[in-house]
C-alpha cells in the first residue's frame, strides 16, 4: 500500500539559510499534517490542510510557511534558520471518513542545522 | 489547552506484560489514541477508545476511563521488537477540516531477554 512521501529524509543546513521539505501524501486523502520533532520530546503539530485550504496553525514560527498545492502535495518553507530547528519534521495524512485519531505518518526529514 | 502525561520509562522482560499509563487534561475530549514511535522511525497508530472500557487489538489492548481522565496501553506477550517509545494522543477538531493531535510525553519502553 502506498505510504506519506517525505523528501529530502535528511537536510543540513547552516544558520541563516532556507529548506524547503515536500510531502506527498497517501492518495485520496484530504488532510495532511506537519508535525516537529525534537530530540527526546514528542511530536509537536505545526500546520494543517484539508482539501488544499490550511486549516489550523500551532506552534509555527513565523519565519515558517507551508501551503498545499492542486495534487495535494505539500510543502513546508522554513527561512532564517535557527539551531533549534534541527528536528525531524513528519508529515502525516488522513482519509475521510477515516479512523478519527487514525493519521499516517511519512519517514520524516531530518533537519540539521550548523 | 492539552496536557498529557506518561511516566518517561518502563522496562520489562521479553514474554512479561506491561502497562503505560496516560493521563490527561483536556479542554474538550473526543478519545484517546496511541501510537508507537522506534527510534528514528515514524509515529504508527495503534488503538483508539472514545469510550470507557478495553479496546483489544492483537498483543495490543488499551483502556479508557473518561470519569478519571486516564487510559493505558497494555503489551502482552513482549517481544525485543516492541522496544519503541508509546505516545498517548489527544485530538482537537478543527474548525476548518481534520483533527489535530496532541501528543503526550512519550514512554521509552525497553525489552529485555
Known amino acids: 500500500a502506498a505510504g506519506v512521501i517525505q523528501s529530502p529524509r535528511h537536510l543540513i543546513k547552516e544558520k541563516r539559510e532556507t529548506a524547503t521539505l515536500k510531502c506527498y501524501p497517501i492518495?485520496?486523502?484530504?488532510?495532511v499534517y506537519w508535525y516537529q520533532q525534537g530530540p527526546g520530546q514528542d511530536p509537536q503539530f505545526l500546520i494543517s490542510f484539508y482539501e488544499k485550504m490550511q486549516s489550523d496553525k500551532g506552534s509555527i514560527p513565523d519565519r515558517f510557511s507551508a501551503q498545499q498545492f492542486s495534487d495535494y502535495h505539500s510543502e513546508l518553507n522554513m527561512s532564517s534558520l535557527e539551531l533549534g530547528d534541527s528536528a525531524l519534521y513528519f508529515c502525516a495524512s488522513s482519509p475521510p471518513h477515516g479512523r478519527p485519531d487514525e493519521q499516517y505518518f511519512g519517514p520524516g526529514t531530518r533537519l540539521t542545522v550548523t | 489547552g492539552q496536557s498529557l502525561e506518561q511516566p518517561s520509562e518502563v522496562t520489562a522482560v521479553e514474554g512479561a506484560i506491561v502497562q503505560i499509563n496516560c493521563t490527561y487534561q483536556t479542554s474538550g475530549f473526543y478519545g484517546l489514541s496511541w501510537y508507537q514511535q522506534h527510534d528514528g522511525g515514524a509515529p504508527t497508530f495503534l488503538s483508539y477508545n472514545a469510550l470507557d472500557g478495553l479496546e483489544e487489538t492483537g498483543r495490543f489492548s488499551s483502556f479508557l476511563s473518561r470519569s478519571d481522565s486516564y487510559g493505558y496501553l497494555l503489551l502482552q506477550e513482549l517481544q525485543m521488537k516492541d522496544s519503541a517509545s508509546y505516545f498517548c494522543a489527544v485530538r482537537d477538531i478543527l474548525t476548518g477540516g481534520g483533527n489535530k493531535l496532541t501528543f503526550g510525553t512519550g514512554t521509552q519502553l525497553k525489552v529485555e531477554l
Open positions: 492518495p485520496r486523502h484530504d488532510t
